[in-house]
């Protein structure tokens, strides 16, 4: 028996896009457009395509002129699109003695072993645990370790010393923010938020933003909350 109108649907060529009427349950035909054979069951109730996406990024500024670049995480390197220079996004491990300068929108890590010196150094993230003579600044944070011997100057986004260990500077520190688990002896001036963790130890004056304190935490000094800093 023929089927009905009631029984037909349209379906729409997936080579074409021609769209004919087709028996509901029909399995397969031709178009009539393009000639082409398909499924109609498929070309009714189509797959749906994955949607593609690109490469997973992170944001960044132009060293030169400060200009904000997406650029995909495993990149090593990429040009700005403002003033066409050159920026580095490798991470540097150190584990030797160097004196050469680094400005990278990576992470820079100078191991126990490693000693630099005479360097102007930018990077977008640092741990340092060994010897550094020099000037040295994050955009992000800086971790310090025990181990870490400093000589210069510093400035930080981020200050961190992570639990059990001890950092001592006789100038004020001026940072962005901090993070203290371990023992820190110094004057801080934060323009953000100082997270003093429940192990960690402060000698010295607070200037800051926003200070939290957790329970277990010991700061012997002065603390003027709610100033943005020096």
């Given at each position: 028996?023929?089927?009905?109108?009631?029984?037909?649907?349209?379906?729409?060529?997936?080579?074409?896009?021609?769209?004919?009427?087709?028996?509901?349950?029909?399995?397969?035909?031709?178009?009539?457009?393009?000639?082409?054979?398909?499924?109609?069951?498929?070309?009714?109730?189509?797959?749906?395509?994955?949607?593609?996406?690109?490469?997973?990024?992170?944001?960044?500024?132009?060293?030169?002129?400060?200009?904000?670049?997406?650029?995909?995480?495993?990149?090593?390197?990429?040009?700005?699109?403002?003033?066409?220079?050159?920026?580095?996004?490798?991470?540097?491990?150190?584990?030797?003695?160097?004196?050469?300068?680094?400005?990278?929108?990576?992470?820079?890590?100078?191991?126990?072993?490693?000693?630099?010196?005479?360097?102007?150094?930018?990077?977008?993230?640092?741990?340092?645990?060994?010897?550094?003579?020099?000037?040295?600044?994050?955009?992000?944070?800086?971790?310090?370790?025990?181990?870490?011997?400093?000589k210069?100057?510093?400035?930080?986004?981020?200050?961190?010393?992570?639990a059990?260990?001890?950092?001592?500077?006789?100038?004020?520190?001026?940072?962005?923010?901090?993070?203290?688990a371990?023992?820190?002896?110094?004057?801080?001036?934060?323009?953000?938020?100082?997270?003093?963790?429940?192990?960690a130890?402060?000698?010295?004056?607070?200037?800051?933003?926003?200070?939290?304190?957790?329970?277990?935490?010991?700061?012997?000094?002065?603390?003027?909350?709610?100033?943005?800093?020096?």
């Open positions: 028996m023929a089927a009905s109108k009631q029984d037909k649907v349209l379906v729409a060529c997936p080579h074409c896009g021609h769209a004919q009427p087709e028996p509901r349950t029909a399995i397969s035909t031709i178009c009539k457009g393009c000639r082409g054979h398909y499924q109609v069951q498929e070309a009714l109730k189509p797959t749906r395509k994955a949607v593609e996406t690109g490469p997973e990024k992170r944001r960044i500024t132009c060293f030169e002129c400060g200009a904000e670049l997406d650029v995909p995480i495993s990149a090593q390197s990429t040009m700005c699109k403002k003033c066409s220079r050159y920026v580095d996004l490798n991470d540097y491990h150190i584990a030797n003695t160097v004196s050469k300068n680094f400005k990278t929108k990576g992470t820079f890590t100078l191991e126990q072993s490693g000693y630099v010196f005479n360097t102007e150094t930018m990077a977008g993230e640092a741990v340092i645990k060994g010897r550094f003579l020099g000037k040295l600044v994050t955009e992000r944070s800086l971790t310090i370790y025990s181990s870490a011997e400093i210069g100057s510093f400035k930080a986004g981020r200050l961190i010393i992570p059990a260990n001890r950092f001592h500077w006789k100038d004020p520190l001026k940072v962005g923010s901090a993070e203290i371990g023992e820190l002896v110094a004057n801080l001036q934060s323009e953000g938020t100082v997270i003093l963790k429940s192990t130890r402060l000698f010295g004056d607070v200037e800051a933003k926003n200070l939290v304190v957790e329970e277990g935490a010991v700061v012997v000094g002065s603390m003027r909350v709610g100033g943005a800093g020096a």
